[in-house]
Nanobody
């Protein structure tokens, strides 16, 4: 069973940075794609960032491109989301998840690049971590 534990969320001021961490168990990072998405209550999920480990291809939602960066440490089974120049509209619960087959990897990458809901690509995700950005 694949499991994820996200951490690093906090209350910060606009313009500050945060780094989220996701520890995964039950999969091998370099076989799949790992992504982050976020959700605000009452709104649709939004893909934020995704990395395909076979070739380190990354993709980002238009709303975070240039500010967020996804990376992974295979030895630690951990993926990170570095978030810089945070804005109040980045406030959300952030989740990490894995796409476990080539078709799902493609969906995850496409949906994330569009800033759309990528959850159809992911079979499971963790409990999430809350990020709140004050103006």
């Amino acid at each position: 069973e694949v499991q994820f534990v996200e951490s690093g969320g906090d209350l910060v001021q606009a313009g500050e940075s945060l780094r989220l961490s996701c520890v995964a168990s039950g999969l091998t990072f370099n076989d799949y794609a790992i992504g982050w998405f976020r959700q605000v209550p009452g709104k649709e999920r939004e893909g934020v960032a995704c990395v395909r480990y076979s070739d380190n291809a990354t993709t980002y939602a238009p709303s975070v491109r240039g500010r967020f960066s996804i990376s992974g440490d295979i030895a630690k089974n951990t993926v990170y989301l570095q978030m810089n120049s945070l804005k109040p509209e980045d406030s959300a619960v952030y989740y990490c998840a894995a796409a476990l087959s080539p078709p799902r990897v493609r969906i995850a990458l496409i949906k994330t690049a569009q800033g759309a809901d990528p959850s159809s690509a992911y079979e499971s995700w963790g409990q999430g971590t809350q990020v709140t950005v004050a103006s």
